[in-house]
């Protein structure tokens, strides 16, 4: 179960992944820092996709913020699109305040691809 669990992250990664790459990458308000992903385990390649797809997920994050708190509830997630969120809404929410912040999910992003790397 578990397993098919890391599947379903991995997928949701390479569809982050994908999406950044079908659309121009435009600037977020609180970009995330190409310095948060290099050194990056791989080819640099990899680490400009890594890099893009995060700057997408900011953007999508921020523009479901509709309150402007900073943070997602599971609503505001939910009504975004933001299936993957909502899903593991749990998961992300680590400190269980009902409600995310872009720190939380990208720690969240960060360490299930570490964990699928590893097997």
């Known amino acids: 179960m578990q397993a ?10 390479v569809c982050v992944t994908s999406l950044s790459l079908a659309q121009p990458v435009a ?3 609180n ?3 190409l310095s948060e992903v290099l050194p990056y385990k791989g080819s640099p ?14 953007k999508r994050f921020d523009e479901a913020d509709t ?8 609503e505001e997630a939910s009504k975004a699109g933001l299936s993957f969120v ?7 929410d680590t400190r269980q305040r009902g409600d995310i912040t872009f720190d939380d999910l990208k ?3 960060m360490q299930r691809r570490e964990e699928a790397r590893s097997r």
């Open 4 to 13: 098919l669990f890391h599947a379903a992250v991995a997928a949701a990664l």
């Open 27 to 29: 600037p977020a308000s």
């Open 31 to 33: 970009p995330v820092s």
């Open 45 to 58: 390649d990899k680490a400009l996709l890594h890099y893009r797809a995060m700057q997408r997920l900011k």
């Open 67 to 74: 309150d402007g708190s900073g943070s997602l509830s599971r």
């Open 86 to 92: 909502n899903r593991n809404f749990e998961h992300i």
């Open 107 to 109: 720690a969240y992003v």
